[in-house]
Each structure stands twice: as structure tokens, then as C-alpha cells.
Nanobody
Framework: QVQLVESGGGSVQAGGSLRLSCAAF??????????MGWFRQAPGMEREGVAV???????TYAESVKGRFTISKDNAKNTLYLQMNSLKSDDTAMYYC????????????????WGQGTQVTVSP
């Protein structure tokens, strides 16, 4: 059973940066064969895709974060990252890591495995 544990969230002022990490456990081959992504959910809003990473390294970003966020993965460490720069108040949300062996994309319902989330709060 794949387990995902996020870390790196916190409070930051607008314009600042944070780097989120997602460590994967429980699968013999680690993250190599996983499609992985970052999603977020603000209070009262639906969960939405932020950035996803295919096994071949190709990426897709939500329009709202293009040019500011970068997703990456270190298979040797079984860890997914999200570097967030130029943060805005609108980026305030709980951020979740997700993984799938069969689906790749920004759709929430395509992923089988989810972490518990890490809170990101951006103040004006």
C-alpha cells in the first residue's frame, strides 16, 4: 500500500517562496513508476490540480501557477517536490500530494493514493 507524507507547508508573505515535499512509502520500486502530482483545496472550494509529473519527466501546470511553481521528483529519495515562488494570497490552501500507476493529469478523481496534506498560508 502506497503511503504519501507531505511536509514543508507554512505561513509566508506574498511574494515569498516555499518548497513542499512528499515522501512515498510502501511500494517496492519507489516513485519510479508513479505518476504524481500536487493538488490544493482552499476553504469552501473544490480540490484542484496544481502540477503533475509524468514518469518520463513531462509536466503539466494549472494556468494559475505557470511560471511560479515547479514540480520535480527525486526517485532515489522517493520524494516529490513543489517549489513555489512569487506566492500570492490566492495560493492559500491545503496542499495534497497524489500518486497513480495508471492515470496522469490534473483531474482529482484519477489518483488512487493521497497524502494528508500540508497547509500553505500566504498573507498579503
Amino acid at each position: 500500500q502506497v503511503q504519501l507524507v507531505e511536509s514543508g507547508g507554512g505561513s509566508v508573505q506574498a511574494g515569498g517562496s516555499l518548497r513542499l515535499s512528499c515522501a512515498a512509502f510502501g511500494y517496492a520500486y519507489g516513485t519510479y513508476y508513479m505518476y504524481m502530482g500536487w493538488f490544493r483545496q482552499a476553504p469552501g472550494m473544490e480540490r484542484e490540480g496544481v502540477a503533475v509529473l509524468k514518469r518520463d519527466g513531462s509536466t503539466t501546470y494549472a494556468e494559475s501557477v505557470k511560471g511560479r511553481f515547479t514540480i520535480s521528483k527525486d526517485n532515489a529519495k522517493n520524494t516529490l517536490y513543489l517549489q513555489m515562488n512569487s506566492l500570492k494570497s490566492d495560493d492559500t490552501a491545503m496542499y495534497y500530494c497524489a500518486a497513480s500507476f495508471s492515470f496522469w493529469g490534473l483531474r482529482v478523481d484519477g489518483y488512487e493514493y493521497w497524502g494528508q496534506g500540508t497547509q500553505v498560508t500566504v498573507s498579503p
